[in-house]
């Protein structure tokens, strides 16, 4: 029987559903619309009602099928749980998960807090993600097999394989010294989940963002400017929506039903710069 290699077919999520937390905002919003907007039932989860009910208005807009959103705070087992136990009362199945929720702490290095520096930040970037993988697994087993399997996608950094903590996204003196291990964590975890859920028909890759607007660089692009940002790249831009979720929606189709443990990078080559050779110059 002939494969079917229409576009259409290959990247079709049409009728999936979808679960991303921290949905509300940044490049999960994003996602969150990408999936909507090509016809896939989308839940967001995240701390702030208001802005998930503004999330939810913006991306029924463009949505070809359901929106909704519950309020969920995955900064411990138990808000994670919660999260689990309230989409079950909704869904009895689950085709995509994106761990999405993270945070960033800047602090000195000499006074660098444990509960808000490390504690809250391994617990929302990393601990998250195992449980809700692990909570959820049942449900995206369901209908998986190896031609369409369950999927979760989980969203690291290009933190994770730059060890500068020290930089343009912190205040002068302060480093996210904790962020760049727990996206580094992220990227092991990933691969350790793939291993476990491959029997099970589930793939579990990693994004690797760069610099996105969002919560999270808002500090660092006003402090630094837009257009020194934007000169910092080597495509002179930013990363847009259709960048996220564009590798999100591949991630979560038939094309890339034989991709797992994957960690991707997208950056548009911004991890380069900082390695670049000096141009010669004349003695």
């Not at 909704?90 to 960033?104: F, M, Y």
């Not at 994770?160 to 003196?173: A, F, I, Q």
């Not at 990078?265 to 991890?271: I, Q, T, V, W």
């Given at each position: 029987?002939?494969?079917?290699?229409?576009?259409?077919?290959?990247?079709?999520?049409?009728?999936?559903?979808?679960?991303?937390t921290?949905?509300?905002?940044?490049?999960?919003?994003?996602?969150?619309?990408g999936?909507?907007?090509?016809?896939?039932?989308?839940?967001?989860?995240?701390?702030?009602?208001?802005?998930?009910?503004?999330?939810?208005?913006?991306i029924?807009?463009?949505?070809?099928?359901?929106?909704?959103?519950?309020?969920?705070?995955?900064?411990?087992?138990?808000?994670?749980?919660?999260?689990?136990?309230?989409?079950?009362?909704?869904?009895?199945?689950?085709?995509?998960?994106?761990?999405?929720?993270?945070?960033?702490?800047?602090?000195?290095?000499?006074d660098?807090?444990?509960?808000?520096?490390?504690?809250?930040?391994?617990?929302?970037?990393?601990?998250?993600?195992?449980?809700?993988?692990?909570?959820?697994?049942?449900?995206?087993?369901?209908?998986?097999?190896?031609?369409?399997?369950?999927?979760?996608?989980?969203?690291?950094?290009?933190?994770?394989?730059?060890?500068?903590?020290?930089?343009?996204?912190?205040?002068?003196?302060?480093?996210?010294?904790?962020?760049?291990?727990?996206?580094?964590?992220?990227?092991?975890?990933?691969?350790?989940?793939?291993?476990?859920?491959?029997?099970?028909?589930?793939?579990?890759?990693?994004?690797?963002?760069?610099?996105?607007?969002?919560?999270?660089?808002?500090?660092?692009?006003?402090?630094?400017?837009?257009?020194?940002?934007?000169?910092s790249?080597?495509?002179?831009?930013?990363?847009?929506?259709?960048?996220?979720?564009?590798?999100?929606?591949?991630?979560?189709?038939?094309?890339?039903?034989?991709?797992?443990?994957?960690?991707?990078?997208?950056?548009?080559?911004?991890?380069?710069?900082r390695?670049?050779?000096?141009?010669?110059?004349?003695?």
């Amino acid at each position: 029987m002939a494969s079917d290699l229409l576009i259409s077919s290959l990247f079709n999520v049409q009728g999936k559903i979808v679960l991303v937390t921290g949905g509300s905002s940044g490049i999960g919003k994003m996602m969150a619309t990408g999936f909507a907007q090509n016809g896939a039932t989308v839940y967001i989860a995240a701390r702030k009602e208001k802005q998930l009910q503004e999330a939810v208005s913006d991306i029924k807009k463009v949505a070809r099928g359901k929106v909704e959103y519950i309020v969920a705070n995955v900064g411990s087992k138990a808000g994670c749980n919660a999260l689990i136990q309230e989409f079950r009362k909704r869904e009895t199945k689950l085709h995509v998960l994106i761990n999405n929720s993270g945070i960033t702490w800047g602090g000195p290095y000499n006074d660098y807090p444990e509960e808000k520096g490390w504690d809250n930040v391994f617990n929302v970037n990393v601990k998250s993600i195992f449980y809700m993988t692990a909570g959820l697994t049942d449900l995206l087993e369901k209908e998986a097999n190896n031609m369409d399997p369950g999927r979760v996608i989980n969203i690291s950094s290009t933190a994770s394989v730059d060890p500068k903590s020290e930089g343009s996204l912190s205040d002068v003196g302060n480093g996210t010294w904790s962020y760049q291990p727990s996206k580094a964590a992220v990227n092991h975890l990933t691969s350790a989940l793939a291993l476990k859920l491959g029997p099970h028909h589930i793939t579990v890759n990693a994004i690797l963002p760069g610099l996105f607007p969002s919560k999270m660089t808002a500090f660092g692009i006003r402090k630094t400017g837009e257009e020194a940002f934007n000169a910092s790249q080597p495509t002179g831009r930013f990363g847009r929506p259709e960048d996220i979720a564009g590798l999100a929606l591949f991630l979560a189709s038939p094309a890339s039903a034989h991709i797992t443990g994957t960690h991707t990078l997208l950056d548009g080559g911004a991890r380069y710069r900082r390695h670049a050779i000096a141009p010669a110059t004349k003695l």
